[in-house]
């Protein structure tokens, strides 16, 4: 019998299951895939989630696993660019971006390392309940029971499905895209070039590498797809600084992409299970929040269980993740910036600091309150 299941080992699931097994308790880590291995990401570590791998213990790993350190933002909306630097998070300056095929590993080998019994390539063909309540795990013929079941497994999360977590704040998949990665390209800061109907953002990665991601309508996924490298060169030609650069270097791997990607908020906890990372709350990945929303989540999850206080951690979820959902769905519209924010870009090109500040709302070392007397978005209210 263990205390706790953890279904998914990868940013929100191994950190987890790691957290709750420095706490005492019987953890059993499982996932379908063997580590290392890739698998659809931006990469990108904001401010706090390097702070919290400070706090775990576990930078100095990321940090030796390749992780590059980017510090500074370039925002261009055609007529300007805005260049700042995101304020610190106590004395975490840099932001970090690494290959999930190193950052996943890391993390799982850290859970282990806590006492939480990992097995990987182990598929969970459902969950086992007695009279309403969530009590265990099948694979592969096997049972295995716990006091609670934590789906950390993703989008298509099987946890999720299973109970019949209610969606809700569901704002639609706006978006599609794809990335690559090259090598011989300068750049040592994130990029992003808002424009009508795309958007593209660009950032160093470990091993010199540079990843560039475009985003297009969703409605447009499956053209897209027909011809990916086309519509990719295409789209860079709306950032010709960019794109030279780009043709400068060496393109090392082939285009990933998805049409899937929705913006929603799933019910995070039920009699016998919880959710966190993208299987309780996904956005859209215009923004590169996912990594580090995953790590704050499951720290949440970790300090209710520990208190019994579930309720409590879908409202801290809620309340932590609306400004950076508000913020995505600004962008991932790929309308350009609206008018307000239009107004306010415009106003800081003259005002170093407070283009800081900016930056540092869109990486979450500054509160959104601290920039502008904006309203603060409203949090997704939990479903009933």
Request: glycine share 10%; hydrophobic share 45%; proline share 7%.
């Amino acid at each position: 019998m263990y205390d706790a299941i953890v279904v998914g080992a990868r940013c929100a699931g191994s950190p987890t299951a790691m957290l709750l097994a420095r706490r005492g308790h019987k953890v059993l880590l499982v996932d379908r895939a063997r580590f290392p291995s890739d698998t659809l990401s931006t990469h990108y570590i904001h401010q706090p989630g390097v702070a919290q791998l400070e706090r775990w213990g576990l930078l100095p790993r990321v940090v030796a696993a390749g992780a590059a350190p980017v510090r500074d933002f370039m925002l261009d909306v055609g007529p300007f660019a805005l260049h700042g630097t995101p304020p610190p998070l106590g004395a975490v300056a840099d932001a970090r971006s690494l290959r999930r095929v190193r950052l996943d590993e890391v993390l799982v080998e850290a859970a282990a390392e806590a006492g939480a019994e990992v097995r990987t390539r182990h598929p969970v063909d459902g969950l086992v309940t007695e009279r309403g309540r969530v009590v265990g795990i099948r694979s592969r013929g096997r049972t295995e029971r716990a006091r609670i079941v934590i789906g950390a497994d993703g989008l298509g999360s099987l946890v999720a499905r299973s109970v019949a977590a209610p969606v809700y704040h569901d704002a639609g998949t706006l978006t599609c895209a794809y990335y690559s990665y090259w090598s011989g390209v300068e750049m040592n800061r994130v990029e992003l070039y808002p424009r009508l109907g795309r958007m593209i953002v660009a950032a160093p990665t470990n091993d010199g590498q540079v990843i560039v991601v475009v985003f297009w309508p969703r409605a447009r996924f499956h053209s897209v797809r027909a011809d990916v490298e086309r519509h990719f060169l295409e789209a860079l030609e709306l950032a010709p600084g960019l794109a030279e650069r780009i043709r400068g270097g060496t393109r090392t791997d082939r285009f990933r992409g998805s049409g899937r990607l929705p913006n929603l908020y799933r019910r995070a906890y039920g009699d016998g299970w919880a959710l966190v990372g993208d299987a309780g709350h996904h956005k859209d990945p215009i923004l590169a929040l996912g990594i580090t929303d995953a790590f704050r989540d499951a720290e949440l999850l970790s300090d209710a269980i520990e208190t019994g206080d579930l309720a409590g951690y879908e409202r801290r979820r809620n309340d932590a993740s609306a400004p950076g959902f508000a913020m995505t769905l600004d962008f991932a519209g790929l309308a350009g910036p609206p008018p307000a924010m239009q107004e306010m870009l415009a106003g800081l090109r003259d005002d170093a600091a407070q283009r800081d500040r900016f930056f540092g709302v869109m990486a979450g070392t500054v509160a959104p309150d601290e920039l502008t007397p904006r309203r603060r978005p409203e949090a997704p209210s939990a479903a009933a």
